[in-house]
């Protein structure tokens, strides 16, 4: 089931207005994804998090979100194939960025193949992911 950032009151996805739009982070390390939905929420961004794949994939039945950030080892399918399903969702715009430790070359050359728009290793510098998160979401429906 999908949690959402407490800045707002507790306020799910669709309910409160937002600077840049919503961002949909999957990452099963939660302490982790409640970090990263602090930052992301303290810089003006809505945000939903899920822990599985299949909690994302229900989650964007509900509210499409303007970026998406995935970690590729998930408890139930990988954060590729989870990609691949959240582009054919979100369209071509988009961005869909990988957030992970596993920075093999077999992972790095997938990336196109899966519609991910950028690759982020773990740990990461939270500025940097901001920055881009806004760069790749310029333009994109809120």
Request: hydrophobic share 40%.
């Amino acid at each position: 089931m999908a949690s959402y950032s407490d800045k707002n009151g507790g306020k799910g996805l669709a309910d409160c207005a937002s600077a840049f739009g919503s961002v949909l982070v999957v990452d099963d390390n939660e302490m982790l994804a409640h970090a990263l939905a602090k930052i992301l929420d303290q810089e003006g961004w809505r945000v939903a998090i899920c822990y599985t794949g299949s909690e994302a994939l229900s989650q964007i039945e509900k509210e499409l979100p303007t970026a998406a950030v995935v970690d590729i080892h998930l408890p139930d399918i990988s954060g590729l194939v989870l990609s691949s399903k959240l582009r054919e969702r979100l369209g071509p715009d988009r961005p869909i960025i990988i957030l992970s430790g596993d920075a093999s070359m077999e992972n790095l050359r997938s990336l196109p193949h899966v519609g991910a728009t950028y690759f982020i290793s773990k740990p990461f510098n939270s500025q940097h992911l901001i920055e881009r998160l806004r760069e790749l979401s310029a333009g994109c429906a809120h």
